[in-house]
């Protein structure tokens, strides 16, 4: 038997990554797999419709029917999507499925096998189809280069003979992959950096690539996996209070915070931002989700006052597709790595005794598989 894969073309504007390249075209044919890409679909990443067929990929109309087997995407699907795929086919790559609930039921009512790779458990067998962390990887880099750009100013210290120019002071609140790779960069570019974050483990991490940790005596908060989990309200309230002068001292803030299924965690009020000094800049990952600061809308630069000036607020959109070409490198390998765990000798293979497998599946055989999507689904529907 041969397992059909299906690379779709992004339809969402502004999205220019794809779910397969030419190398991990190989992987997939190397594994039994015949492999179907959208037209176009790799142009926004650089990738022609030639790579594929010369890497023994077959290129199909954007329009063509989905044959069942196995559809890679990068950006959820739409529950209109999902009700035109055959029942018995299985969608791997991100669903945010706490967000898409009525895609989560589609899916379910469709007889549709949903793999969220945002849901992979993070241990070590995860790494290399972990998809959360490759992007947030470039969006931690993709972060500071915007600051740098809307700064104005030079980032590292320079003596001339002329005077001293004072480093940038650089404040970075949440220290998960992006956080951390936000930390290095503007380290390397010379900034003065320090950090926080709620979860235990955050303090040596920052220091290892070269932050300094504030320390706001909270306690941690940690949902398990790695992952921060969201602050009562009055903890989160104390939180914003002893953040507050090391906003209005810091240049740049980058905001990275994220709890898996919540909206993204308020940290910076529009109070604190107007306490900023002329010519600082703010950038929120977490735009998409709600924003980390407030007042921040994703795909959007704001001029904020502040005190004898302006600060820039900037929330990020689609921030991995800055760098689509590295993005869908590392987004498709972790498809094709993902795909390889549930192919065998030439068929589909679901082992739901797997962490991985059971962990990141959303739906299968008619039912929600994932107890606290279904508890989502079903608060949504009532």
């Not at 890679?72 to 209109?80: D, E, G, I, K, Y």
């Not at 499925?97 to 241990?123: K, Y």
């Not at 950090?195 to 932050?211: H, I, P």
């Amino acid at each position: 038997m041969t397992i059909h894969v299906r690379v779709r073309a992004e339809r969402s504007t502004g999205e220019k990554r794809v779910a397969a390249t030419p190398d991990s075209v190989k992987k997939l044919l190397a594994a039994g797999a015949t492999v179907e890409v959208e037209s176009g679909a790799g142009a926004g990443s650089l990738i022609m419709d030639a790579a594929y067929e010369a890497a023994g990929a077959r290129i199909v109309a954007r329009d063509q029917a989905v044959a069942p087997g196995i559809l890679f995407h990068v950006r959820p699907l739409t529950a209109a999507e999902i009700a035109t795929l055959p029942p018995g086919a299985i969608t791997v790559g991100t669903l945010d499925p706490f967000q898409n609930a009525a895609a989560v039921a589609a899916a379910r009512d469709g007889g549709i096998t949903s793999f969220a790779l945002d849901l992979l458990p993070r241990i070590s067998r995860a790494q290399s189809m972990d998809v959360l962390s490759s992007q947030s990887l470039l969006a931690g880099y993709r972060l500071v280069t915007i600051a740098a750009d809307a700064f104005g100013r030079m980032f590292g210290m320079t003596m001339t003979a002329a005077g001293t120019l004072a480093p940038a002071r650089v404040l970075v609140l949440g220290a998960g992959v992006a956080g951390l790779q936000a930390i290095a960069t503007a380290k390397r570019l010379g900034g003065v950096v320090s950090a926080n974050d709620v979860r235990a483990a955050s303090a040596d991490e920052v220091r290892s690539v070269g932050g300094t940790f504030i320390d706001l005596d909270l306690g941690t908060a940690e949902a398990g996996g790695g992952y921060a989990k969201e602050l009562a309200e009055d903890r989160a309230r104390r939180q914003q209070e002893l953040l507050a002068p090391h906003i209005a001292a810091s240049d740049i803030v980058i905001t990275t915070a994220a709890v898996p299924g919540r909206a993204a965690p308020r940290l910076v009020t529009a109070a604190m931002v107007a306490a900023m000094k002329p010519g600082s800049v703010l950038v929120d990952l977490a735009a998409e989700s709600g924003g980390n600061i407030e007042g921040s809308v994703a795909g959007e630069r704001r001029a904020i006052e502040v005190t004898g000036g302006v600060a820039t607020l900037i929330g990020a959109r689609d921030i991995q597709s800055d760098l689509a070409p590295d993005a869908s490198k590392l987004y498709a390998m972790n498809c094709a790595n993902f795909a390889a765990l549930i192919m065998r000798e030439g068929d589909i293979v679901l082992d739901f005794d797997d962490e991985l497998v059971s962990g990141s599946a959303v739906t299968h055989d008619g039912k929600i598989v994932n107890d606290r999507v279904a508890a989502t689904v079903e608060e949504v529907r009532a």
